[in-house]
């Protein structure tokens, strides 16, 4: 697959300490297997001159006290807390002063953040997408993505998860209903 990339953004999604290496709270050993893949991705992308973002998922204790119903403490326990050695992305990554770095309080990293408004700034129409987990952040931001028109593709071996199926579904849902998956080795940048 031919890709533009003054067009195009990496977006790598929630690769931090607590869901990619074995301390976390929420380590899963598919999100560390993926590190790999991301790093070549990112060299590749770098070289072609493709934009680069990382997100970060981050939680304050006292983010859900006052919700109705959206509590993802009740789901999975205090995660990536603000300030904490989980919500720092992993040291496998070479974050670079010109790479955009969103802070997330949602599994979609669009919500309430300036995402949008760096993609659109800089002229980006088409994502790379790739991180953790498969069926949740991964999953809610490139369907946030498609819904504001912009090309998600989720690249099919640089995406964690916690069970292969939750992947497998994440991928065939994303590309039945708004984007499209693609491996890493077809990914030619022009």
Request: hydrophobic letters at 35%.
């Amino acid at each position: 697959m031919n890709v533009d990339s003054d067009s195009t953004a990496v977006v790598v999604v929630d690769m931090q300490n607590g869901f990619c290496d074995p301390d976390g709270s929420l380590y899963a050993p598919a999100s560390e297997d993926v590190i790999e893949p991301i790093q070549e991705l990112l060299q590749r992308s770098r070289e072609a001159g493709a934009s680069v973002v990382f997100t970060r998922d981050v939680h304050t204790r006292e983010q859900f006290e006052d919700n109705h119903y959206y509590d993802e403490f009740d789901r999975w326990g205090e995660h990536v807390m603000e300030g904490s050695w989980e919500a720092d992305i992993v040291d496998d990554f070479d974050v670079r002063e010109d790479d955009h770095v969103v802070t997330k309080y949602t599994y979609d990293a669009f919500y309430q953040t300036d995402l949008e408004g760096y993609l659109n700034a800089h002229d980006i129409h088409d994502l790379l997408i790739c991180g953790t987990l498969a069926n949740v952040c991964v999953l809610h931001t490139a369907g946030s993505a498609g819904l504001r028109d912009f090309k998600p593709m989720l690249v099919e071996d640089a995406i964690g998860y916690i069970e292969e199926d939750h992947r497998d579904y994440a991928l065939e849902h994303a590309a039945w209903l708004f984007g499209e998956g693609v491996e890493l080795d077809d990914i030619e940048f022009e």
